[in-house]
Structures are given as structure tokens and as C-alpha cells.
């Protein structure tokens, strides 16, 4: 069983940055594809950026390419997301994700969740 806590969330101003951190235990870390997801309130929780457990490859949504980066520590069991040129559409839960397969965009794959992390961006 994998647990996954995030943190690093908060309001910040459009244009800001913010950098979230996921700490992940109970489990081999380097054995996961990582991901963070994102929810906006009343809509559905969407995929923004994931990084392969084979190779480090990463991919995002393209509402956040250019502006995201996603990076992982294996020693240290954590993934990270640097966001850049916030924008007020940034706001929403952000949640981190497991799965012990390769990176997908589809929610149901990832079998563990973290409790998420609140990014809010003024304009």
C-alpha cells in the first residue's frame, strides 16, 4: 500500500509560481509512474503532467506545456511540479497519483491518491 502526501499549495498571484511536492511511502517509489491530476470545482478531475517509473520521460496537458515541469527524486520517494506563469484557470485541487504501469491520462488507472493540495491564482 502506497501513501501519498502532497503539499506546497496556496494563493498566489497570475503569473506567480508555485512548486508542489509529493512525498510517497509504503511502497518501492521507483516502481510507480507518477502523475498530477487537477480538479476545478464543479468539474472533473483532469490529468496535467506524468513521469514514466522507466525512464523519466514526462508528458502534460497541453493547458500547462511550456508553462509545468514535472521532476522525481527516486532516493529521496518524491515528484515534484514546478508551475510557472500561473493563470487564474490554475485554480483547483491539485492531486498526486500512483500506478504500476505507464503514465495515462485516464484517472481510474492510478491506484493510489494522494488527499490533495488547494492552488488558488488571483487575476
Known amino acids: 500500500q502506497v501513501q501519498l502526501v502532497e503539499s506546497g499549495g496556496g494563493l498566489v498571484q497570475a503569473g506567480g509560481s508555485l512548486r508542489l511536492s509529493c512525498v510517497a511511502s509504503?511502497?518501492?517509489?521507483?516502481?510507480?509512474?507518477m502523475a498530477w491530476f487537477r480538479q476545478a470545482p464543479g468539474k472533473e478531475r483532469e490529468f496535467v503532467a506524468g513521469?514514466?517509473?522507466?525512464?523519466?520521460?514526462?508528458y502534460y496537458a497541453d493547458t500547462v506545456k511550456g508553462r509545468f515541469s514535472i521532476r522525481r527524486d527516486n532516493l529521496k520517494n518524491t515528484v515534484n511540479l514546478q508551475m510557472n506563469s500561473l493563470k487564474p484557470e490554475d485554480t483547483a485541487v491539485y492531486y498526486c497519483?500512483?500506478?504500476?504501469?505507464?503514465?495515462?491520462?485516464?484517472?481510474?488507472?492510478?491506484?493510489?491518491w494522494g488527499q490533495g493540495t488547494q492552488v488558488t491564482v488571483s487575476s
Open positions: 513521469i514514466s517509473r522507466l525512464d523519466g520521460g514526462t
Open positions: 497519483a500512483a500506478r504500476s504501469d505507464l503514465v495515462t491520462v485516464r484517472v481510474n488507472a492510478y491506484e493510489y
Open positions: 509504503g511502497g518501492t517509489f521507483g516502481s510507480y509512474a
